[in-house]
């Protein structure tokens, strides 16, 4: 199975600040790597998908970069409503895997 | 709109099963893979399971290999996991989502069903 390693597993951040999270496959995942966003009590919601791709509805300020192994979501300029636990989760082959999440809180 | 909602959750003995259904709405039920995907209290995301568009092709996370059963009905448009022989730790909240065409991404979430496994 592969493996995703995500970090920072927590952070605190301002509004306005810019905010980068890592994950890091066991192997090369050629790219298959979502990032999704969890707010308490709610399910997930799909921000990137295919390592670069903005999903519909989702505000520009979120993008993700990355191949073989390392891929990155960043959010330039935090807002309020982005505060929230990030996944990322590799598709490449199954069993399908999650990071362990980075909780992104306020300063 | 498409639309997931899960049912069949509540509280089970160890040993004891339990059935969840996802019934899907808004889009074309039998064009997508679908997947279960479980959360701990105040843990992260597990990917559980996926079923391909025909059923004919079926992933298993393995903690639940050999007691857990993904099938899905096209006709009613809905999703199932049997589950059997349930531990403590399969606790958690079940979610229901739609893969892609081609597996890969979860596009849409149903919004969960609880599991609790105690005596």
């Known amino acids: 199975d592969i493996q995703m390693t995500q970090s920072p597993s927590s952070l605190s951040a301002s509004v306005g600040d810019r905010v980068t999270i890592t994950c890091r496959a066991s192997?090369?995942?050629?790219?298959?790597l979502n990032w999704y966003e969890q707010k308490p009590g709610k399910a997930p919601n799909l921000l990137i998908y295919?390592?670069?791709s903005l999903h519909s509805g989702v505000p520009s300020r979120f993008s993700g970069s990355g191949s073989g192994t390392d891929y990155t979501l960043t959010i330039s300029g935090l807002q309020v409503e982005d505060f929230a636990t990030y996944y990322c989760?590799?598709?490449?082959?199954?069993?399908?895997?999650f990071g362990g999440g980075t909780k992104v809180e306020i300063k | 709109e498409v639309q997931l909602v899960e049912s069949g959750g509540g509280l089970v003995q160890p040993g004891g099963s339990l059935r969840l259904s996802c019934v899907a709405s808004?889009?074309?039920?039998?064009?997508?893979?679908m997947t279960w995907v479980r959360q701990s209290p105040g843990k992260g995301l597990e990917w559980v399971a996926n079923?391909?568009?025909?059923?004919?092709?079926?992933s298993y996370v393995d903690s639940v290999k050999g007691r857990f059963t993904i099938s899905r009905d096209n006709a009613k448009n809905s999703l199932y996991l049997q589950m059997s022989s349930l531990r403590a730790d399969d606790t958690a909240v079940y979610y229901c989502?739609?893969?892609?065409?081609?597996?890969?991404?979860?596009?849409?979430w149903g919004q969960g069903a609880l599991v609790t496994v105690s005596s």
């Open positions: 295919d390592a670069v």
């Open positions: 079923i391909r568009q025909d059923g004919s092709e079926k």
């Open positions: 192997q090369s995942i050629g790219g298959s």
């Open positions: 989502a739609r893969g892609g065409v081609l597996n890969g991404r979860q596009e849409y």
């Open positions: 989760q590799q598709t490449y082959s199954n069993p399908q895997t």
């Open positions: 808004g889009f074309t039920f039998s064009a997508y893979w």
